[in-house]
């Protein structure tokens, strides 16, 4: 790839992963401390982004340098961590969102096949409601948030999801419906450890009991859903859906997409940050891992009515302790 198709690909990089309406030149400033006309100078192609600067804007932005300069397969550069520093977390949340969007979009959801294995409540089955989905980002900034004092969390109830990051999350959502084939593991405990966190953030005052009792109803109605939607099968689109049961528990939640184009495989990591990758040796090595699950695995998705009530009952009785 000659020097100015890099220089192009690493500017196309940066506008996908900057928030909509954001500043690119003012951003670019900030991030490399050079002068307005310099950023522009480089915009135009009259001077490339030197080695350097593509290394601070791919740790500040997590845009792949691998990927932008064709390095794929067997080669180096694997994985994409997807890490995001923290100057203004609610924009890096939308971003965040924005990327995993724009991944799952790079399919043919038609005919793509996904694979989820949970042990928490999926992030997906949460953005139907706004309590479930504000906590996901109340966590998250709570644990990442303030690394240099600049930055100070947030009680829960000042945690606001802007509309257009609700916009966002509700394509997330129907792009995971629109899939061909949807399969998800559940291990056992998957609403035990968010009861756990709530409870956590209860006792150390930083959220209140109005609250707690909001996303306490929410659950409720999430179960129902969830034991509805294992009970027919499919979603309302048609696209099927098929629910397991993991009689053993496990570590994180891993997932793979399988399309007739594309493979992409993805390891859970710091709550809603994701490790993705398109290398083929490292989607097998995943794949084969979630496949052997099934062995401990029962399904409950228009079968195996009794396991299917008692897991739902299970998930009921955990939340009855809030």
């Not at 520093?85 to 949340?93: A, V």
């Not at 629910?243 to 390891?267: G, V």
Request: hydrophobic content about 40%; charged content about 25%; aromatic content about 12%.
């Amino acid at each position: 790839m000659t020097p100015d198709k890099l220089n192009t690909a690493l500017i196309d990089a940066i506008k996908e992963k900057i928030p909509e309406g954001a500043n690119l030149a003012n951003l670019l400033m900030d991030i490399l401390s050079i002068g307005k006309e310099a950023i522009y100078r480089r915009f135009r192609g009259e001077v490339p982004f030197t080695l350097a600067e593509a290394v601070i804007i791919s740790n500040k932005l997590g845009i792949s340098l691998d990927r932008l300069s064709g390095v794929s397969g067997e080669q180096d550069g694997i994985l994409d961590l997807n890490l995001y520093q923290l100057e203004n977390p609610e924009n890096i949340y939308y971003a965040t969102v924005e990327h995993y969007f724009s991944l799952l979009k790079s399919m043919n959801p038609s005919d793509a096949e996904m694979w989820d294995t949970s042990n928490r409540i999926p992030y997906v089955f949460c953005l139907n409601f706004d309590s479930l989905s504000r906590f996901h980002l109340f966590k998250w900034l709570y644990q990442l948030g303030n690394p240099s004092g600049r930055y100070y969390a947030k009680r829960f109830e000042e945690v606001v999801i802007p509309a257009k990051l609700r916009t966002k999350e509700q394509d997330f959502l129907n792009t995971v419906k629109s899939f061909g084939e949807n399969n998800y593991i559940w291990d056992e405990m998957i609403f035990k450890s968010f009861i756990n966190d709530i409870l956590y953030f209860k006792e150390i005052h930083m959220i209140s009991g109005e609250s707690i009792q909001q996303i306490k109803t929410d659950l409720l109605e999430l179960i129902n859903d969830m034991e509805k939607l294992a009970s027919r099968g499919h979603f309302r689109n048609g696209n099927d859906i098929r629910i397991f049961l993991s009689h053993i528990n496990f570590e994180t939640s891993y997932s793979y997409i399988e399309s007739q184009s594309q493979k992409m495989s993805f390891i859970k990591i710091y709550d809603l940050n994701i490790i993705s990758s398109q290398n083929e040796t490292v989607f097998e090595s995943l794949k084969n891992w979630v496949q052997s699950l099934r062995k401990f695995s029962t399904i409950i998705s228009q079968s195996a009515e009794l396991e299917r009530y008692k897991f739902f009952q299970l998930q009921k009785e955990y939340v009855d302790q809030l």
